[in-house]
């Protein structure tokens, strides 16, 4: 099906990918301004404060870290943007710092050898480097990378969902690392509607949406700026499909549901293996009482020749599900604490 320029909505499909950076930064002004202070040394050629910017997926760090390095490469200070899953070791991490700065390493499959090519091209430059989703890395490889890189005037900005990766580091990692840390909340109902009205007034076409609905999505998306814009986004092609002039209800309620699949999914990929089979098992037996699920995750981990987790760690993995939204649970009424365990 061939559509005309009356049935396209979404105008700039681009304004709507993750990596985004608007050129107006709404209600994360305090965060900013504590992350460039933090950095602002580099602009004299010394040593920056460490930054560990922690919070929900979808509230707004990896849009300002990116944000904040684009300002400072403005400023004249070279800087790299890593994603730590997909980059997951200290070792690719590298590869890929040197391969952002077009430094050439050939084969070189050794470690030393790259992180020396690394800090001869720093040498006593301000440099920074923007570690993203840092807590999915490896805990060995997390302390080795962040142990080797805290040297000259190389400025660290790390993202993650909390500080608990932080908390867990080495003693000389924390000591060396000396990260100020910037927590995140989730975003109010009329900051997201600002957030979406940017995306809507430039990247759809005029008359195709109204404020009604981007209060209806905002409300929806529970405080997460990503979820809101992809929820947008998702109701914009579902109206465009269908031909439809205007985004209405029915297509911001099919967002969502795509929108929650999505969001689910970026959770999921942030768990362990066992976290995975433990949302699958709750996925396919909704309401499995929490004594059926240990005795169901045991025969499973048993068939892909996994090491169980302990009991106690079971209970801290569904705690942190429920927390993430990806579970929901009911005490049972009996004694003891059983729960009955479904996908939200």
Known sequence: M????????????????DDYIPPNIRARQSQMEEIRLCLLPMTKRRKPINVWL???PGTGKTTISRFVLKEMEEAGISGVYVNCWRCDSFFSVLEEVLRQLRVNFGDER???????????????????LVLDEIDLMPSKERNALLYNLCF?????????????????????VKSRLAAQTVAFRPYGVPDLIEILKDRALFGLREGSWDMPLLEKIAQLAEGDARSAIQTLRCAAEFA?????????????????SSSVEMKRAYALKRLTEHHRILFD???TSPGIKSTDLWKAYLEKVAERGLEPIA?????????????QGLIRAERVKSKGKIYSFWVR
């Open 311 to 323: 009991k106690r760690t079971f209970c801290h993995y569904t705690s942190q599900m429920r927390e």
């Open 54 to 56: 922690h919070g929900r």
């Open 281 to 283: 098992l709750v996925k």
């Open 110 to 128: 050794d470690t030393r050898v790259k992180a020396e090519k690394f800090q001869r091209f720093v040498k006593d430059k301000p440099f920074l």
């Open 240 to 256: 465009e499909r269908e031909g439809s002039e205007r985004i209405e209800t029915r297509h911001v309620m099919k967002g969502i």
């Open 2 to 17: 061939s559509y005309s320029e009356e049935d396209v909505i979404i105008t700039k499909p681009e304004l709507f990918e």
């Open 152 to 172: 000259g005037k190389v400025g660290l900005v790390c993202v993650g969902y909390s500080r608990e990766a932080l908390l867990n580091l080495e003693d000389r």
